[in-house]
C-alpha cells in the first residue's frame, strides 16, 4: 500500500462530495442564467452553495466571487488598485508574481516564518494600498499573526483618516493552506480580502473564491457575460462550486477533529525522526503551525534522492517547495528562514491529510529512516 | 576501481548503460547534461522530466548522480550552428555536432576534470582501441552521428549498448525495474523535443513567403514560407496539388525561390560524385580506395572510391544536399567521413 503525504499539494476529491457534483454534470446541467424553470433551480442551488461558503468563513453573500482557484482570486486580489503593495518574503509564487505587477515591498520573517506586524506598519507608504500575508505557508506550515496585522492596519486607516490620507489600505490573504485546519472567519482575523481554493479540501481543482468585504472595489480580471455580478465573467462553474462548498462546509465540520487527530500523528512523526536523526532540523513554527505539516531537513543528503527513494517504496513527499524543485532552485522560503544551503537542499515537506492513519506514519516512518541512511551511507562512501 | 561517468539523459538507453556499467563492476556517477531547457509556444521543454527520470534510476542504482550545465555552450556550438546552416540554406545535424561539441568533448573533459577514468553513452555503437565499430544491431546502429569524435576520445569511451538490439535494452531494463523501460524514444532533434525542426527554426528566423517554381516548365506553381523550410528531395509540405508528386531539386536563397519537379529522375536529385568539406578521421587519415559510406542515418551502406575530398559513387545517391554528412566505412569500423559542399 502507497503512502501519501503531499496534502499540500493536492487532496483527493471526497468522493461525498464527488455524489453532490454529480448531477451537475448531466442531469441538471443547465446554464443558470438560462430562464426556464429547471434553470432557475439551477440558479437558485448556485447561490445558496455561495451562500453556505459565505457562511463558513463569515461573510455576507454578495462579498463571494468564484473563481478558477487561488491563483486568479490572488490575481482579482492585486487588481483592485494601484500603488504601492507589501507583502512577505516567503509567500506563495502566485503572490509574488501578482505583487511584481506592482511596487512592491517585500517583508522579512524570523527563523520560524513568523512575520512580526511591527514591520509590516514600517514598511507600509502613504501610497500603500494593499498589504498581502499568507494565513499559513505552503512549505513550512507557519501561520502568520493575521488578527494582529490587521490591527496595525486598523491603526494606519486612522492615521490616514488624521492627516486627510483618502488611500485606502486594505489586507488580502491566500488562505489556501488553511482549509480544513483553521478558522477561516474573515471577521474575527479582520482581513479585506481572502483567497480560498477548493482543491486543497478535498473539493475539485480549478475552483476557488475571492472573498472582498462591501468596501472593497475590485476590477474584473476577465470580462464577458456579466457573471458573478460583474466580476468574473464565464458560464457559471456549477459542479465545481457546489463541490466547493459541500467541500467547506464538510472540512469545516471535521476540523476540530482532524487537527487534534494529525497533531498527534505529526507531533509522533516528528518525534521518531528527530530520535533517529539527531542532526535533523524542522521547520516552522513549534506552536503557529498547520498540525498536518512537518517540514524536516537531512543536512547534506539530497531531498530529491530520497523522494525517489521513498517513492520507490511507495511513499509520496514533496521535497521543500514542490514549484521550487521542478525549477531545480533553492526555496525562497527556507532561504528567508535563514536555513544554509547544505540543509535546505535536504529538506522534504511531509503533509499529512484524512487519509493518514497510525499504520501510515508506520510506513512513512520506516521508509524514510532507510532511505536517509542509505544515502548518509552512500556519502560517507565516497 | 574504474570510475565512469554516464550521460544519462533520463531514456531507456542510457539508464540500462548506466544499470549494466554497475552490474560489470565500476564506479559509476550518472550525468545529466543540461543543454536545453526552453519551452516553445504551446509546447513545454521536458528536460526536468528528463533530469527527473535519469536521477530516479540512479538513486534505484545507488550511484552518485550530478547535473553538468552545458546549456550556453551547447546553444553556441549546436543550436547556433544549425541556424546559421539552415539560414545559408543547407541541412545540418545537430546530433553530430553535439557529440562532436558536447558529449565527447565537454562532458568528456567535465568527468575528466571530476576524477572520471572514462565515460559512458547509451548509443548504439562499440569502440576498441580508439576504433568506432558499428552496432550488433544494424537496424539501430548510430555510428553515423559518432563519425566526429576523436580517437583520443572513444579511447576513453564506453558503449555497454553496441552488442544489443533496442527490443533487448527494453527487456533488460524491465527486468532490472528500470522506470525508464517503456519510456517511448524522443522523436526529431533531440533538444526539440516533440516540435518539428519547422517549428523551431520559426522562432529564429523570420519567414519570407517566396515562390515554388516548376523547373522543367520555369512556371509558378505554389508560394512558400521561406525557402529555409525545404530540404532537396522533400516530398511533402509542398502546397502544390494534384496530379503526380512534386520534389524539391533546388532552391536559391538569395531569390528565395524553391524549385522542384515530377521528374524523380531529375539530375539535381541524384549524385555520382560528392564533394565532402571538413573532413574527420576518428584515427589516422586512411588515404584514397574504396570504402563503404552511409549518406544519411540508417541509409543502408553503398560502395565510393575515395580521391581526395571527393566521393566518386558506383551507384548514384538521391537527395544528397549540402551540409549533409557523409560517413565513412571500412568494414564494421566507422573511419570518419566529411560534409557535402
Known amino acids: ?382 | 576501481m574504474t570510475k565512469v561517468y554516464v550521460g544519462m539523459s533520463g531514456g531507456v538507453d542510457s539508464s540500462l548503460t548506466a544499470a549494466l556499467l554497475v552490474e560489470q563492476g565500476y564506479d559509476v556517477t550518472g550525468v545529466y547534461m543540461k543543454n536545453w531547457t526552453q519551452d516553445m509556444p504551446g509546447l513545454r521543454c521536458p528536460w526536468a522530466d528528463d533530469l527527473a527520470d535519469a536521477k530516479r534510476v540512479a538513486v534505484h542504482l545507488g550511484i552518485d548522480f550530478e547535473v553538468f550545465d552545458f546549456e550556453n555552450e551547447y546553444k553556441h556550438k549546436v543550436v547556433d550552428y544549425m541556424i546559421a546552416e539552415y539560414r545559408a540554406g543547407r541541412t545540418p545535424n545537430p546530433d553530430i555536432m553535439c557529440n562532436q561539441e558536447v558529449k565527447f568533448k565537454l562532458f568528456l573533459e567535465a568527468a575528466l576534470e571530476h576524477g572520471a577514468d572514462m565515460i559512458a553513452t547509451g548509443h548504439y555503437a562499440s569502440t576498441q582501441d580508439g576504433k568506432l565499430l558499428q552496432a550488433a544491431d544494424a537496424n539501430k546502429d548510430q555510428t553515423y552521428f559518432l563519425y566526429r569524435v576523436r580517437g583520443e576520445a572513444l579511447s576513453k569511451t564506453l558503449f555497454p549498448l553496441g552488442g544489443y538490439t533496442k527490443p533487448q535494452v527494453r527487456q533488460m531494463a524491465e527486468e532490472r525495474g528500470l522506470t525508464t523501460a517503456a519510456k517511448p524514444d524522443s522523436q526529431g532533434i533531440c533538444f526539440v523535443g516533440q516540435i518539428g525542426i519547422r517549428d523551431f527554426l520559426s522562432q529564429y528566423v523570420e519567414q519570407v513567403p517566396g515562390d515554388i517554381i516548376d523547373k522543367q516548365t520555369g512556371k509558378k506553381v505554389g508560394h512558400h514560407d521561406g525557402a529555409i523550410f525545404y530540404t532537396l528531395g522533400q516530398r511533402h509540405g509542398l502546397d502544390v496539388g494534384g496530379g503526380l508528386p512534386y520534389y524539391v531539386v533546388g532552391k536559391d536563397m538569395d531569390k528565395n525561390e524553391v524549385y522542384v519537379s515530377r521528374d524523380l529522375g531529375d539530375d539535381s536529385l541524384w549524385k555520382h560524385d560528392i564533394e565532402l568539406h571538413s573532413i574527420h578521421w576518428i584515427n589516422d587519415a586512411p588515404g584514397d580506395g574504396e570504402y563503404d559510406i552511409r549518406v544519411r542515418h540508417r541509409a543502408p551502406l553503398v560502395c565510393a572510391k575515395l580521391v581526395g575530398d571527393t566521393l566518386h559513387l558506383d551507384e548514384p545517391q538521391r537527395a544528397v544536399a549540402a551540409g549533409q554528412s557523409i560517413v565513412i566505412y571500412s568494414g564494421q569500423e566507422c573511419l570518419g567521413g566529411g560534409i557535402v559542399a
Request: charged fraction near 25%; proline fraction near 3%; include cysteine.
Open chain 1, 1 to 382: 500500500m502507497s503512502v501519501y503525504l503531499d496534502y499540500a499539494a493536492a487532496t483527493p476529491l471526497d468522493t461525498d462530495i464527488l455524489a453532490v457534483m454529480q448531477p451537475y454534470f448531466t442531469d441538471v446541467f443547465y446554464n443558470p442564467s438560462s430562464p426556464y424553470a429547471p434553470a432557475i433551480q439551477v440558479r437558485r442551488e448556485y447561490e445558496a452553495a455561495k451562500a453556505k461558503l459565505a457562511q463558513v468563513i463569515g461573510a455576507q453573500g454578495g462579498e463571494i466571487t468564484m473563481t478558477a482557484g487561488a491563483t486568479e482570486s490572488i490575481n482579482l486580489a492585486f487588481g483592485a488598485g494601484r500603488g504601492h503593495v507589501v507583502t512577505t518574503i516567503i509567500e506563495h509564487q502566485s503572490v509574488l508574481a501578482a505583487a511584481k505587477l506592482h511596487e512592491y515591498t517585500l517583508v522579512g520573517v524570523d527563523k520560524y516564518g513568523r512575520v512580526n506586524p511591527d514591520d509590516i506598519k514600517k514598511s507600509v507608504r502613504d501610497d500603500t494600498w494593499l498589504v498581502s500575508v499568507g494565513l499559513a505557508n505552503n512549505e513550512i506550515g507557519t501561520v502568520q499573526p493575521l488578527s494582529k496585522i490587521a490591527e496595525v492596519l486598523k491603526q494606519i486607516r486612522s492615521e490616514r483618516v488624521a492627516v486627510g490620507n483618502k488611500t485606502p489600505i486594505y489586507l488580502h490573504t491566500d488562505a489556501s493552506q488553511g482549509a480544513g485546519q483553521l478558522d477561516l472567519h474573515t471577521t474575527r482575523f479582520g482581513v479585506d480580502m481572502m483567497t480560498l481554493n477548493a482543491a486543497k479540501a478535498y473539493g475539485p481543482k480549478q475552483v476557488g473564491l475571492l472573498y472582498a468585504s462591501r468596501a472593497v472595489k475590485l476590477t474584473p480580471q476577465i470580462v464577458g457575460g456579466g457573471q458573478e455580478a460583474g466580476l468574473r465573467s464565464g458560464t457559471e462553474n456549477v459542479a465545481g462550486v457546489m463541490g466547493m462548498s459541500a467541500a467547506f462546509v464538510k472540512a469545516d465540520g471535521k476540523r476540530h477533529g482532524e487537527v487534534k487527530r494529525l497533531g498527534k500523528l505529526r507531533d509522533d512523526l516528528q518525534k521518531r525522526l528527530s530520535d533517529e536523526f539527531p542532526q535533523a532540523v524542522f521547520s516552522g513554527h513549534p506552536k503557529y503551525r498547520l498540525s498536518g505539516h512537518l517540514h524536516v531537513s537531512f543536512p547534506g543528503v539530497d531531498a530529491e534522492r530520497l523522494v525517489f527513494g521513498l517513492e520507490a517504496r511507495g511513499v509520496y513527499v514533496a521535497t521543500g517547495s514542490a514549484c521550487a524543485a521542478n525549477k531545480g532552485t533553492r526555496s525562497h522560503v527556507l532561504t528567508a528562514i535563514g536555513l544554509d544551503d547544505k540543509t535546505a537542499d535536504g529538506s522534504l515537506r511531509l503533509s499529512l491529510g484524512r487519509g493518514t492513519d497510525e499504520q501510515a506514519i508506520d510506513q512513512a516512518f520506516e521508509a524514510i529512516k532507510l532511505e536517509v541512511h542509505r544515502e548518509i551511507d552512500r556519502v560517507a562512501k565516497r
